[in-house]
Every structure is written in structure tokens, then in C-alpha cells.
């Protein structure tokens, strides 16, 4: 657990700099104590919408289980037809789907790390675009042609959107450029294969070139994602990765002494390989204020900006650092702890939208199905159909 690793790190800081043992676990237990005591609030702020919407969620199930031990004859007419087994299954699927979204809404708004939210760089990222490597060199040299300001404005966006991803892969602009238009013709080469497009006379141009341009942003909605979900984990993970630099720099170790024996210890997650990042800029001779700077500016992110700021001034004042960052560690779980509860407000409201969408269909599927389904067939044997046309 993250608290163990905490406490593993803190005495391996201190059997290397001789630091008080005794009172860097007392900064652990107020950490621990801290962080648990505003998780335990969310749970149980959160634990009367996640009842109630589960409670809610399996009624569908209840009914449907109600109705084959104690009435089945009703449920017939349904699970005589083929178009009553559709209905029936779409249904139960329909309220699982509204389960994991009243769950998933319900537990996702934790204030502190966890372990299924930091996620570790998967080494293999940066190599699933090896083999297409030629490739994109190539067609990264047909793009490198096209100059200009619109050009060039649109590369330093996506060499700003693929520093803010990581950019796992290492792609230039131009082989990202690449990557939008390999989609774009994959996709409408499939469409020509699988489809009747070109039998649609005039229309084929214009269907090809909207084919073409939706599979050219497939890459950018990815990269949308990589960001969104790099910041994320970024965010979760820094107030832990704050108390363990305190923890170092307390048993004696200064600021870049701290970190490089973090990003020793830790795994591979996107704010370790900031700190990767910032010790080569360290070792290549940059000043600490000038790297950090960079840093920030690589992440993006509020808090991660005044962590730097911090460390800045703290380094300027000439001020303690790790007091300073426990300050600032404090001062990013309150802040997360508001954002928590404004969450657990809206969370009444939010939770019509799977009631609204998933679970009330197929409440109502299955009370009135079998009944519509009947009407259907007397219908249909009377000859009614007949008498409409």
C-alpha cells in the first residue's frame, strides 16, 4: 500500500543520512492520519448515493427473478418471441450498464491516490510505433514541405499537446501529422471495402473527404485523452510524492538529493518521469529554479505550478523546505477535499442521468413488455395488419 511504501522509503532515507528515525515516523502517522480521516468523509458522503443507486439499479433484476419462480406464465409471451428475448436482455444489460455508472460515479471521487489511479508507464508505448517508423519518417518529409505560418502554428500546437501527453511514442509534429492521416486513409479505405460509398455518384467525393477528415482526428482525440489522463494521475499522485520529498529532505537530503532518490525508489508514473526529466535538466547544467520552471510548464496543472512556486520562493527566502512542503501537501488536500464535496452535492443530480437512461427502460421493459408483445400478436392474428393496408 501507498502507506507502507511510505514508511519503507522513510527508513531507507534515514539508514542513509542518519536522519531521526523516531520522528519521521511521527510525520508519517499525522500524514497517514490526515489522508485517512478525509477519505473516511468522502466514503461516507458517497455511501448513501451508491446505495440508494444500487438499491435502485437492481430492481430490473429483482422483478425479473420475482417473475420466473412465481409467475412465469407472465413473462411468456416474451420469452416466446424473439423480439421479447431482445427486449428482455437489452433490458438487464441496460441496468448493469446503469450499475457500473452509478458505481463508478460514486467511487470516483476520492480525494487521495490510489493504487488503481496512478498509473505506471507501460515501456512497451514508446515501441508499438517501431514498425511504422519508415513509414511516418516518410510521410513526415512530404509534411515537412508544407511551410508557412497556418503550418507552422499548427506543429507548435502539437509539439505543445504531445509535451503535455508525455509523448510517448517520440514523434515529431510532422510524423504525428502522419499518424492523422494513416487514420484518415485506413478508415476510408475501409469504408470503399465494406461499403457501397462509390456507387453514390456525385455524393462519393464529398463522403470520402468527411470519411477522411473524421479518421484524420482519431489521433487528436487520443492525444485529448493521453493529456487528460496524464494530468489526472499527475494530480492524484503529487501530494503523496510531496509528503515522501519532505520525508527525505527531513532526514537530510537537499531538494535534488530528495528527488533522485524518489525516482530510485519509485515506479515509473508520469510525475516520476517529470522528475526524470528535471534531473537530466539538472545534470546538463541548468539552474534548479530554470528546470522547475520547465517542469511546470511541461504539466500544466494548478497544483503542480504551485508546488514549483513554493519551492522557488522557498529556495530564494532561503526558508526550510520541508515544512514548506508539508504546508503545501496540507494545503492540496484541502483543496481536493472541497472539490470532493461540491462532487458529493452534485451527486443526487447526477445520478438521474443512469436512472433516467438505463435503469428506468428497463424497469419499464419488463412490466410492460410481455403485455405489448401479446397485444402485438392478437393484433397481428386478427388481421389487423391486413385491414391497415
Known amino acids: 500500500s501507498q502507506d507502507l511504501r511510505l514508511a519503507m522509503n522513510a527508513t531507507i ?26 477519505m473516511g468523509k468522502v466514503r461516507a458522503g458517497t455511501a448513501h448515493a451508491r446505495l440508494s443507486g444500487i438499491m435502485v439499479g437492481v430492481i430490473p433484476w429483482i422483478f425479473f427473478l420475482v417473475m420466473i419462480l412465481t409467475n412465469r406464465s407472465y413473462l411468456t409471451p416474451m420469452l416466446e418471441s424473439p423480439l421479447g428475448w431482445l427486449m428482455g436482455v437489452g433490458a438487464l444489460v441496460s441496468s448493469v450498464i446503469g450499475l457500473i455508472f452509478i458505481y463508478r460515479m460514486t467511487t470516483g471521487i476520492l480525494p487521495d491516490a490510489d493504487e488503481s489511479m496512478v498509473t505506471s508507464k507501460d515501456p512497451r508505448l514508446g515501441r508499438r ?26 506543429r507548435q500546437d502539437l509539439r505543445y499537446r504531445l509535451t503535455l501527453a508525455g509523448n510517448p511514442a517520440g514523434f515529431t509534429p510532422d510524423e504525428f501529422i502522419g499518424v492523422k492521416e494513416f487514420y484518415g486513409f485506413v478508415l476510408m479505405s475501409l469504408s470503399v471495402l465494406f461499403t457501397n460509398i462509390v456507387n453514390y455518384s456525385w455524393t462519393t467525393p464529398i463522403l470520402l473527404i468527411g470519411i477522411f477528415v473524421l479518421g484524420f482526428q482519431v489521433p487528436s482525440i487520443y492525444l485529448a485523452q493521453r493529456i487528460r489522463a496524464r494530468q489526472m494521475n499527475i494530480e492524484y ?11 527525505a529532505i527531513e532526514a537530510g537530503l537537499d531538494l535534488v ?34 528546470a522547475m520552471s520547465e517542469m511546470a510548464e511541461r504539466v500544466q496543472i494548478l497544483s503542480f505550478f504551485s508546488f514549483v512556486s513554493s519551492l522557488i520562493q522557498a529556495q530564494r527566502l532561503g526558508a526550510e523546505i520541508g515544512p514548506t512542503l508539508r504546508a503545501q501537501a496540507e494545503q492540496m488536500r484541502y483543496q481536493r477535499m472541497i472539490i470532493a464535496e461540491e462532487q458529493m452535492n452534485q451527486l443526487p443530480v447526477k445520478l438521474l442521468i443512469p436512472l433516467v437512461f438505463f435503469i428506468f427502460p428497463s424497469i419499464f421493459i419488463l412490466v410492460l413488455g410481455p403485455t ?12 389487423g395488419a391486413e385491414r391497415l393496408q
Open 129 to 154: 510505433w517501431q514498425l511504422f517508423r519508415p513509414i511516418l519518417q516518410t510521410a513526415a518529409s512530404f509534411n515537412s514541405r508544407f511551410q508557412g505560418a497556418i503550418f507552422e502554428n499548427m
Open 372 to 383: 405489448v408483445i401479446h397485444f402485438m400478436k392478437v393484433f397481428w392474428n386478427s388481421g
Open 237 to 247: 499522485e503529487l501530494p503523496y510524492m510531496i509528503d515522501l520529498l519532505s520525508l
Open 13 to 38: 532515507f534515514q539508514q542513509e543520512t542518519g536522519g531521526n528515525l523516531e520522528d519521521l515516523y511521527k510525520q508519517i502517522v499525522v500524514m497517514v492520519s490526515e489522508r485517512k480521516k478525509i
Open 257 to 290: 538529493g530528495g528527488i533522485q532518490k524518489i525516482v530510485e525508489k519509485s515506479r515509473k508514473t508520469d510525475v516520476v518521469m517529470e522528475f526524470q526529466l528535471f534531473l537530466a535538466d539538472i545534470k546538463v547544467g541548468k539552474p534548479p529554479e530554470e
